[in-house]
């Protein structure tokens, strides 16, 4: 079975700096999917990523998706307050649900 | 408009008790979806289900299951709750692509279950 392993596990970042969360996956991703949860909230999808090689902005949030399509970071530029949660990375599986990483609890500090 | 709701949104209830979740959608999505949040956050799917298919993660009990009296509303109903079943449960749906694959997944809120 493919396993989603997300890095780092929680993140405390100060407002506007940038970081990173990356997305491993152990076979070929052929779809991938960002997610954002606030604390006790449901799941808000940010991007999907098909192709290798892609990648897509909305706001300050971009995510790609490597060559290979085993891996996907989700990069936020400038944090905000608002950015803060649990994001999410997704992957399809044959049964048309997602299987989800662990997630990274991201915290931006004033 | 709420696009997937979840009733309850809190649920406490004792140990051995039968229990249902409620899950509606009025997006005009032809498959639905139960996940479970355990204690660390850790999200897995339960059960997906269209008019077509119920498919089952082989892990989940057969205490639980899902009941869809149409094609908007997928029920969870748990028999003899446990102690381990204490997590959110999270209701979605989306369409379902022809190439495979879900699309994007709309999150109901989620139902916190606690069992005493």
């Known amino acids: 079975s493919q396993e989603l392993e997300q890095s780092p596990q929680s993140l405390i970042v100060q407002e506007g700096k940038n970081l990173t969360i990356n997305c491993t996956s152990s076979?070929?991703?052929?779809?991938l999917y960002w997610y954002k949860q606030k604390y006790g909230e449901g799941l808000i999808f940010l991007m999907m990523l098909q192709k290798g090689g892609e990648e897509k902005s909305h706001e300050k949030i971009t995510a790609k998706l490597d060559e290979k399509k085993q891996q996907s970071s989700l990069h936020i530029t400038a944090s905000q307050p608002s950015h803060a949660g649990i994001y999410l990375c997704?992957?399809?599986?044959?049964?048309?649900?997602?299987?989800f990483g662990k997630g990274t609890s991201l915290l931006v500090t004033p | 408009d709420t696009a997937v709701s979840q009733t309850p949104k809190y649920l406490v209830t004792q140990m051995g008790n039968d229990k249902s979740i409620k899950c509606e959608q009025n997006?005009?999505?032809?498959?639905m979806y139960w996940y479970k949040q355990d204690s660390k956050k850790f999200l897995k799917i339960m059960f997906s289900?269209?008019?077509?298919?119920?498919?089952i993660n082989e892990t989940v009990p057969n205490r639980f299951s899902p009941k869809s009296p149409d094609k908007a509303h997928l029920n969870l109903h748990i028999n003899s709750l446990e102690l381990g079943d204490s997590a959110v449960y999270f209701c979605?749906?989306?369409?379902?692509?022809?190439?495979?694959?879900?699309?994007?997944?709309?999150f109901g809120p989620g139902t916190r279950l606690t069992v005493l």
């Open positions: 076979k070929t991703l052929y779809g």
């Open positions: 997704g992957a399809d599986t044959p049964g048309y649900a997602l299987n």
């Open positions: 289900y269209n008019n077509k298919e119920l498919i």
């Open positions: 997006l005009g999505h032809d498959t």
């Open positions: 979605a749906s989306s369409i379902t692509l022809q190439a495979g694959g879900p699309g994007e997944q709309f």
